[in-house]
């Protein structure tokens, strides 16, 4: 019993850690010390790197999408240092979870794309590297964003059972499935044909 209860805390401690590192709503952060006010009331209302890009200012969209990636490679990173690796794909959910939804910002927060990747980068580059060449090809011949990231979200779990360790396979599924919940109204507009492709106006 006192095993068990055992595991139950650190299960915690990896998921708080993890959860604590992609609240952080970088986009929202950025904004704001550029003195462009609260992301969310521009374009999608979204904290991610896309919905910074339509302020027009493409540097702080590159620094949101390298900061929202880089938390999630950090918790996976640190849950490795200071818990041991098996705990790495948990602390990696965790991440992705709260990128999603941060308590700071009521539970309103992101899709979790550019966490995602950073969590995949960490866990594996090949798969991480992979998840992203699917996202650049896919937006490069659609120029839709989230028609990009679907793909690759897809992708990584087929990639899982190759690169990964037997135990680690659960995380880009559940991260897929963070992803694709989050995009479901992008999926609707995908569907209907009425998804906006980046550098034209809603």
Sequence with gaps: M?????????????????YALGSVPFGLVL???????????VGS?????????????????????VLDGAKGAL???????????VWMPLAGIGAVIGHCFPVWLGFRGGKGVATGL????????????????????????????????LAAFAAAPLLAPILLPP???????ALAVLVWWRHRANIARLLAGTEPRVGRRR
């Design 118 to 149: 950073g969590v995949l980068l960490a866990l594996d580059w090949r798969m991480g590297l992979a998840a992203c060449a699917v996202w650049a090809l896919v937006f490069a011949v659609t120029r839709i964003s989230s028609a990009g990231a």
């Design 45 to 65: 209302g979204n904290i991610g790197a896309t919905n910074v890009l339509r302020t027009g200012r493409r540097g702080l969209a590159a620094g949101t999408l």
């Design 31 to 41: 904004t704001r010390v550029a003195g462009l006010g609260d992301i969310r009331a």
């Design 2 to 18: 006192t095993g068990w209860l055992r595991l139950e805390a650190i299960d915690f401690g990896v998921a708080a850690l993890g």
């Design 75 to 85: 918790a996976v990173a640190l849950a490795g240092r200071l818990f041991g690796t």
């Design 167 to 173: 135990g680690w396979t659960v995380a880009p599924l």
